[in-house]
């Protein structure tokens, strides 16, 4: 079993940084695919970006956030944060970090099968 916790979200303005942490719990951090998404009010869940460990170090990116958000993780930490600069109106939203031990696919969220309880993010414009 593994339990997700995230923190970091808030108030920011347009062009402003945010850093959002994720703490898993468990033994086997090195082994799962981390990710974060998001999800706006009336709309789905989307993918954000993802952080595979296993087979040397896989980063992938939603092309709506590549170039100003960063995901990184620290396995002695059982943490993954999301660095996110120049950030605008259009990603404010409640963000969520997943994991997963073997996701057929980064980017759909029915791979993810540990979830945390999501962290609000709102960009003024």
């Known amino acids: 079993q593994v339990r997700l916790v995230e923190s970091g979200g808030g108030l920011v303005q347009a062009g402003g940084s945010l850093r959002l942490t994720c703490a898993a719990s468990?033994?086997?951090?090195?082994?799962?695919?981390m990710a974060w998404f998001r999800q706006a009010p009336g709309k789905e869940r989307e993918f954000v970006a993802a952080h595979n460990w296993r087979s040397g170090i896989n980063i992938h990116y939603a092309d709506s956030v590549k170039g100003r958000f960063t995901i990184s993780r620290d396995n002695a930490k059982n943490t993954v944060y999301l660095q996110m600069n120049s950030l605008k109106p259009e990603d404010t939203a409640v963000y969520y970090c997943?994991?997963?031990?073997?996701?057929?696919?980064?980017?759909?969220?029915?791979?993810?099968?540990?979830w945390g309880q999501g962290t609000q993010v709102t960009v003024s414009s």
């Open positions: 997943a994991a997963s031990f073997s996701p057929t696919s980064y980017l759909n969220s029915r791979q993810y099968n540990y």
């Open positions: 468990g033994r086997t951090f090195s082994s799962l695919t």
